[in-house]
């Protein structure tokens, strides 16, 4: 019965539904308004479960497909599908809006409809970016999702906000005009604007690396990758707590899906050329930001350009061009989504009770706060990498790939054990360990039940996906493998 | 078979489910809960772990197949790889689960007396039962990363109990330090693992050993031009990592520092089990450790350097802890120098009666910091023997095994090193013999140095504390004696089959070439003459010049000690301050690191990629926008003398097109 639906659809219009319906319903009945948009989130994940559910692993296209006319003078369609990249990143994204949303409750008192209906809008632009199968819708959704985002920050965002959201829509908007351009030649090359067309169009070299290149810089500029990721702390800084956690679990993944969609399979010789040039970039992130996340003095910034660093191995592993480098950066991309909202959720916590996220504020935190100490310590551990946390398998699997291409490509990679774990617990130490450092300290008050339950669900999401992570990897393999040989067959 | 499988996923779990227990529910169980549970978890590993050595030895002299290797579950599978959670008992693994749930279990009874008053008494049990978890998950593990999984796992523990009191600076300073330091261990250890991975396609040991002849011959160009052998290089970095966890000079830092830790854990982890991972690991992967003597002789040289160097620092030491953690460091030294002999089962034999005369040390030196209200300096002690008899007898029986008296534990192992050695031909195998002879005298002098200091002369504390002095209770020193047993038979019984009788068997491969222990064997004759003949040898001698000029030195003439203190300045000096290692990383690594840090964030971020890419494409909008702006003056005359010039222009183009 499930499956005649139209799962994706439902999963993309339901919560714009609830958005809408938020947004004209007005911030009157603000207890109404959180109820509303948790059933709404709930419903969404709800309709999304069928899709890991029922997914057929032994299948590489796509599946739970819908194909209908859209603007058929341009031959554009309103197609939608998920593969085995597709669909984790889907269901990543269903799970962490209801977290938000709980999250939200009672730390954000301002324009409660509206702050939790830019999140629902906002959920269905990128589960349709996540399950477009064709560019112009594609490229729809990608434009569409900078607005709640932009409007999030400018809204419900810190002092310097302006300067964030011209920042961070400037620096996107550069992208995306050259996904733009891209979208057009191939439409005047393919007459059409089916994925599908593009993957299958034969291109020479040198077209191959001006649209790898232009595609690249998109990409690069959402996951995003040095030098172009300046942008990502000061978004992070001024988003409020909910913003920096869909942007760093999701938003940062679209960057990644971009680069699994567009470059490797339009211009996989292209990719193959160049990828020296990215996997240089994607170490120096690995490095220089982690030596930067060291450094920082505000722990929003520090978790941001953690998430850089640790992005760092997502672009590695996908230009090892090995099955296991591009199934080890998806797993870390999910990893991540967990990891980097947990932490942005836990200076939430901090930061609704002090109003300050300036590390030197705080200190002897453990003191009073004992069972968020235990879980911050979790998280910050798995940030680290540790073993039997999902943080580990991503960087481990990339450090193993990348040994088979380069002794120095692992090793550069493998110091990120030293500095993950240095500036996470670094900072860890300052914040939780010690003496009781102020009398604001002295009087926090341990986790709610509520940011107990939205932790807690992520711990275990770590720990589940840290100990067993095969089922991940299961529905991956058919789709990733079939890429994987498309982009060594090439088109020359 | 599979009623063994469940045996040993009951070792494994049962310490977790106290730990989960007690730091879960720590509240709801209450105190007495929270040791019942953990001590109960415990104890049902030590009696299943002796169990499963007994039926193992048990079969294996049956002639009945007696390894049990098998896979729980398959954690993930890419690329046709697959990675699997499973366990491999063999001869290796049981000695060590005995070692590590026996020595646990005395640890955890011991810690009811120790933590008695602690606020967070729930919460150390669950990390010490959590410890017990991983470090028994890294043994028995049938590939390698589930045993990196164990591996950090008991990192991770260590570093929670070395920040167990977090309000101290001194402690949570410790706490990160050791976790680094031992970070950097573990980034070599994964490329090794990833060249093992790179060769053999798999992590299971049983993939990896019957195939370990591939490595022959296979290098990797690191440099341009200059290939090195893949088994030397997977060998270097997974020694690197064991350098870290062991304590092996110069990533030895940490572990005097994880002194700030309660001491039970000083003994289980910092002395006792943790810490002879990197031994354990070395004997494990002894089949491509025998493919290359570049790794050997660095294993040799640098186990040879611990083994010396560090036991001087102990001379200089006057926080008990802080001896005994000295004096681990250069045993753990005296166990590496074997494993670079190729006497991997003499490492694991010295690694089983230190664990035994080691935590009974560590204890012992506990059970004076309780009787002395958490006082840890020796100066202030002195005495003490007469009024915690047990305490004194114990204490003076695993010092009697630490330098190594004929007839207690150490002795037969520590000797059984030296011999290795003296017969090792290996490049640097002469300097580590020197090192590891000169190491008795300088054990014999700090062991008793501490001994005659703590126990024995005038007492030095005030008055009160003198007043308050008694035994331990039962709790503390019931541990004692079950530890003091094993510290003076265990080396008795277990010499000949350990290290004569092949009781390792398959689980470790020795390369004839470098069989030192053979040629041992031929001049074995027992356990007893072991000992007797051990009277007549250059260590015995050595060990009592040790004993006797401790005795003189601290005891009897200590105007002397002051004199050659005074006189040895600058040698007392760099002493005093460990060589200067630990300055040396603070100024060069962790504060290069946050130099580097700030350079690139100030330098590279804000002032070329903020400053000049970001706002300057900015500023070159806005000045051009500017520049721009002057044509719209919005005066009448201005756009008609443009548009003037326009027609001018255009007229001109016309003409010029029509000719």
């Known amino acids: ?492 | 078979m599979g009623e063994m499988k469940n045996i040993y996923l009951a070792i494994v779990l049962a310490p977790l489910f106290g730990a989960v227990m007690a730091g879960l529910f720590g509240r709801q169980i209450g105190r007495a809960g929270a040791h019942v549970v953990t001590i109960a978890g415990v104890a049902v590993s030590t009696v299943l772990s002796l169990y499963a050595l007994r039926t193992l030895m048990q079969a294996k002299a049956a002639g009945l197949e007696y390894v049990f290797n098998e896979t729980l579950y398959t954690w993930l599978v890419t690329d046709g790889f697959s990675f699997h959670v499973g366990f491999l008992v063999d001869e290796l693994t049981v000695v060590m689960m005995s070692v590590v749930t026996f020595v646990s279990l005395m640890v955890h009874i011991y810690t009811i007396g120790y933590m008695k008053d602690d606020p967070g008494y729930q919460r150390f049990f669950s990390y010490i039962s959590l410890f017990t978890f991983a470090m028994l998950t890294l043994v028995m593990a049938n590939n390698l990363l589930q045993l990196f999984f164990g591996w950090e796992g008991v990192g991770v523990v260590s570093y929670l109990l070395i920040g167990f009191w977090f309000k101290r600076e001194t402690a949570i300073y410790a706490n990160l330090k050791a976790f680094l330091v031992n970070r950097v261990g573990d980034a070599a250890m994964v490329i090794g693992i990833a060249g093992v991975f790179f060769v053999f396609g798999s992590l299971d040991y049983a993939q990896i050993f019957p195939r370990v002849g591939e490595l022959n011959g296979l290098a990797i160009e690191v440099f341009e031009g200059q290939p090195w052998s893949m088994a030397t290089l997977i060998s270097i970095s997974l020694f690197i990592g064991a350098m870290a966890k062991s304590a092996q000079f110069p990533l030895h830092v940490w572990l005097p520092d994880s002194m700030e830790g309660p001491t039970p854990i000083s003994a289980l982890i910092h002395a006792a089990t943790m810490v002879t991972a990197g031994i354990f690991l070395l004997a494990r992967m002894s089949p491509v450790f025998e493919l290359s003597e570049t790794a050997l002789s660095m294993v040799l040289i640098i186990g040879a350097i611990t083994a010396f160097f560090m036991g001087l620092l102990g001379l200089v030491q006057n926080d008990i802890k802080r001896v005994v953690a000295y004096s681990t460091l250069s045993q753990l030294g005296y166990m590496t120098v074997a494993l670079g002999a190729s006497a991997y089962s003499a490492a694991i034999f010295h690694l089983m009666t230190h664990a035994f005369f080691k935590a009974l040390l560590f204890l012992g030196a506990g059970s004076v910091i309780i009787a002395m209200h958490h006082e840890q300096d020796m100066r202030k002690m002195g005495g003490i023997g007469r009024y915690m008899p047990i305490t004194y007898l114990t204490a003076l029986v695993g010092s009697l095994a630490l330098v190594g008296f004929p007839g207690f534990a150490g002795f037969f192992s520590k000797d059984a090193i030296i011999e290795a050695v003296k017969v090792s031909h290996l490049p640097g195998a002469g300097l580590a013999y020197w090192a590891v002879l000169s190491g008795v005298l300088v054990t014999a002098l700090y062991s008793f140095r501490m001994f005659f200091m703590v126990f024995h002369g005038k007492p030095r504390m005030d008055e009160q504390t003198r007043s308050h002095l008694h035994e331990t209770p039962l709790v503390v020193t019931v541990p004692l004696l079950l530890l003091a047993i094993p510290s003076v038979v265990i080396g008795w019984i277990a010499i000949e089959p350990m290290l004569f009788s092949g009781f390792f068997g398959q689980s470790i491969h020795v390369d004839h070439h470098h069989d030192v222990l053979a040629h041992l064997a031929d001049h074995f004759h027992g356990a007893q003459a072991f000992a007797l003949h051990g009277f007549t040898q250059p260590p015995f001698w050595l060990m009592l010049t040790g004993i006797v000029a401790a005795w003189v030195l601290f005891l009897k003439k200590p105007e002397w000690a002051a004199a050659l203190k005074s006189r040895l300045s600058p040698v007392h000096q760099l002493l005093d301050n460990k060589y200067y290692l630990d300055d040396f990383n603070a100024l060069v690594f962790a504060g290069g690191l946050r130099g580097m840090g700030r350079t690139l964030w100030q330098l590279g971020d804000r002032v070329l990629i903020d400053g000049l890419l970001v706002n300057g494409s900015a500023r070159l909008v806005g000045w051009s926008a500017r520049v721009v702006r002057h044509l719209q003056t919005g005066y009448l005359y201005h756009y008609a003398f443009v548009m003037i010039i326009g027609l001018v222009g255009l007229a001109w183009m016309a003409r010029s097109a029509a000719l």
């Open chain 1, 1 to 492: 019965m499930l499956s005649n639906l139209p799962l994706l659809s439902l999963a993309i219009w339901l919560p714009v539904l609830g958005g809408v319906g938020l947004l004209v319903s007005g911030d009157l009945l603000v207890t109404r308004a959180r109820w509303l948009a948790l059933g709404f989130a709930l419903l969404t994940l709800a309709v999304t479960l069928p899709l890991y559910c029922q997914f057929d692993s032994t299948f590489a296209g796509m599946q739970f497909e819908e194909f209908r006319p859209w603007i058929s003078a341009l031959n554009a369609n309103y197609h939608l599908g998920v593969d085995g990249i597709a669909m984790p990143l889907v269901l990543l994204t269903s799970a962490m809006t209801v977290l938000v949303v709980i999250a939200a409750w009672s730390s954000v008192q301002q324009q409660v409809a509206k702050y939790l209906a830019s999140f629902l809008i906002m959920e269905g632009i990128m589960i349709g970016l996540f399950s477009s199968q064709d560019g112009l819708l594609f490229y729809m959704f990608w434009e569409a999702m900078l607005i709640p985002m932009f409007l999030i920050i400018g809204i419900w965002g810190g002092a310097n906000r302006v300067y964030a959201t011209i920042k961070f829509f400037l620096y996107t908007f550069l992208g995306s005009v050259l996904l733009l351009i891209c979208l057009i030649y191939l439409y005047l090359q393919t007459g059409s604007f089916a994925l599908a067309d593009y993957h299958a169009l034969a291109l020479d070299l040198p077209t191959q690396r001006l649209l790898f290149i232009a595609f690249f810089i998109a990409f690069a500029v959402k996951i995003p990758m040095w030098p172009v990721h300046t942008w990502l702390p000061d978004a992070h800084v001024e988003a409020p707590t909910g913003g920096s956690v869909i942007l760093a679990a999701i938003m940062l993944k679209m960057g990644g899906y971009g680069f699994l969609r567009w470059n490797l399979p339009i211009t996989p010789d292209a990719s193959q050329d160049l990828a020296g040039v990215v996997i240089l970039l994607s170490l120096i992130a690995i490095v220089y930001i982690g030596a930067v996340a060291l450094v920082q003095q505000d722990m929003k910034k520090l978790i941001a350009y953690s998430s850089i660093s640790h992005m760092g191995f997502v672009t590695l592993g996908l230009f090892l061009f090995s099955v296991q480098g591009v199934e080890a950066a998806m797993a870390q991309m999910v990893s991540h989504g967990f990891i980097s909202g947990a932490l942005f959720l836990c200076i939430g916590v901090l930061y609704d009770r002090m109003h300050s996220r300036e590390i030197s504020d705080y200190g002897g935190v453990a003191n009073t706060m004992p069972v968020f100490a235990a879980l911050m310590m979790f998280f910050a551990l798995a940030n680290a990498g540790l073993p039997g946390t999902s943080g580990f398998i991503g960087e481990f699997l990339v450090i193993l790939a990348a040994f088979k291409v380069s002794f120095w490509y692992a090793t550069i990679a493998a110091t990120s054990l030293v500095l993950g774990a240095a500036y996470t617990l670094w900072m860890y130490k300052r914040v939780l360990f010690g003496e009781v450092a102020s009398d604001k300290v002295a009087v926090l008050k341990d986790l709610h039940w509520r940011e107990s339950l939205v932790l807690g669900l992520l711990a275990v999401a770590v720990l589940g996906m840290g100990l067993y992570p095969n089922p991940l990897f299961e529905v991956m393999h058919q789709s990733v493998e079939s890429l994987m040989t498309h982009v060594s067959t090439g088109k020359l």
